[in-house]
């Protein structure tokens, strides 16, 4: 495709969507993915993606996150198809594993000891049952706005009435050790462990929220969480699925300068590989090596797994790729904010190069800084998963709640094509949206 035509629906995708909604609840395979039904990709490769009807996109959702390296990165996926020659899940250790955790340790420089997973959600849940078990206690602190994964202990819906779980089928009192503070606010998080006194075993946190808005933390914030926790005796626990080896090679707690207890990796630790991790102080990883705590799983540290960290740390490592990603981020933001003031159109662009947010704002307000999940809801949300839909058309991948993730193979090409793109989109939303 060509930077000025629009994605044009086949019946590739039609054909499937009609078979997968027989067979595949919603049509998919994930409840994030409801919004996506009717399309089907056929490949990816680096920074561009190709649907079953031969349209190309630029693609800024990288599955999820994962896709860092960009798609298909060949040395990753070279390392992981040498060794699977060898085997798969051996319910034994083998080299690799030890090998992709020393890596992933060096990476990400303060943490003693990692376990590999599956899944972030597991990798949270193991980091909650390693602080209880560490504390005696079993309160958290957690913030508005922030998704640690979709079991019944973790997922919340937030309002300005608090929390509630976050889907039918989820027992309430699941939740009911957890104190939830708005993000970015100290004082917030000092006031819950005096009224909570001896009582929280965890303070939990994306250091860089990204599931609500792409919202940095205020300078000094994440380092009075660290004082806070140090004080009361509760374990800093930063979930990095997001962020981690996104925004520095040792992820948050690097770029942000503060060091955590444990720390919560997936996502981009593996190359689009699945794989997470749980990192952090000895004395914690300790209770699973003694047999205190359980950490189990069948495919934990598989061949596929410690193969595809073991590459990407080698590939971040070898060629860091932070520059670059800082680079095209940082161009793109810009480009996106000029062309919403060409059309007239108060688009919001917020966050950090590897990782930012596209809304708008309501007409008429005043260009706002959005530093929690209440301040990003005087956004005009709704309008910019209308627009996502334009921009999928136009041919830019990116997910409907406003995240954009750049990769390590984003180069000029797909900044130029996703600018031309972009500016085609929102002219065809602005005249969409005449009255
Ligand atoms: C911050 C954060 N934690 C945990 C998870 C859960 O990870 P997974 O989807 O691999 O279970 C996610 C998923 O998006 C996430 O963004």
């Known amino acids: 495709m060509t930077a000025d035509q629009a994605v044009r629906p086949g019946t590739g995708a039609a054909d499937l969507a009609a078979r997968a909604a027989a067979v595949l609840p919603g049509g998919v395979s994930s409840n994030v993915r409801l919004a996506t039904a009717r399309t089907f990709f056929e490949r990816g490769s680096g920074p561009r993606l190709w649907d079953v009807d031969g349209n190309e996109y630029v693609d800024y959702l990288l599955g999820q996150g994962p896709a860092f390296l960009g798609h298909a990165h060949p040395q990753v996926n070279g390392a992981v198809t040498t060794a699977v020659g060898r085997g798969m899940v051996f319910g034994a250790q083998h080299a690799l594993e030890v090998e992709a955790v020393e890596k992933l340790l060096a990476a990400v420089g303060w943490a003693d000891m990692a376990r590999l997973g599956v899944s972030g959600t597991e990798a949270v849940h193991a980091?909650?049952?390693?602080?209880?078990?560490?504390?005696?206690?079993?309160?958290m602190i957690g913030f508005a706005g922030q998704y640690h994964g979709w079991l019944d202990t973790v997922l919340m819906a937030h309002g300005p009435d608090g929390h509630r779980p976050g889907s039918a089928g989820q027992p309430p009192q699941y939740l009911a050790d957890w104190v939830v503070a708005p993000f970015n606010d100290a004082e917030a998080v000092q006031r819950c462990f005096e009224e909570h006194p001896g009582e929280i075993?965890?303070?939990?946190?994306?250091?860089?929220?990204?599931?609500?808005?792409?919202?940095?933390?205020?300078?000094?914030?994440?380092?009075?969480?660290?004082?806070?926790?140090?004080?009361?005796?509760?374990?800093?626990?930063?979930?990095?699925?997001?962020?981690?080896?996104?925004?520095?090679?040792?992820?948050?707690a690097q770029r942000f300068g503060v060091t955590p207890d444990l720390a919560l990796y997936g996502k981009a630790v593996a190359g689009g590989w699945p794989v997470a991790a749980i990192a952090g102080r000895r004395e914690l990883l300790e209770l699973f090596g003694t047999g205190k705590v359980n950490h189990s799983g069948t495919f934990n540290a598989s061949v596929m797994a410690a193969a595809a960290v073991s590459a990407t740390m080698d590939v971040l490592r070898e060629t860091p790729p932070y520059v670059s990603v800082e680079e095209h981020g940082t161009a793109l933001m810009t480009g996106l904010r000029g062309i919403g003031e060409r059309h007239g159109v108060p688009l919001h662009v917020q966050g950090l190069p590897a990782a930012f947010h596209v809304s708008f704002r309501a007409e008429g307000a005043p260009p706002t800084d959005v530093v929690d999940h209440a301040s990003l809801q005087s956004l005009d949300l709704a309008r910019y998963t209308r627009f996502s839909r334009t921009l999928t058309t136009h041919g830019i991948w990116v997910a409907g709640r406003g995240i954009w993730y750049v990769s390590a193979a984003h180069g000029p090409a797909e900044l130029a094509d996703a600018l031309e793109r972009f500016d085609r989109a929102l002219a065809a939303h602005v005249a969409e949206s005449r009255p």
């Open 201 to 252: 075993a965890a303070v939990i946190i994306e250091p860089m929220m990204c599931n609500s808005g792409a919202i940095a933390p205020r300078p000094g914030f994440l380092a009075r969480l660290r004082e806070l926790c140090t004080a009361h005796g509760a374990v800093l626990i930063f979930d990095e699925v997001v962020t981690g080896f996104r925004l520095a090679f040792g992820g948050a």
């Open 127 to 139: 980091a909650l049952r390693l602080a209880r078990a560490a504390t005696g206690r079993r309160k």
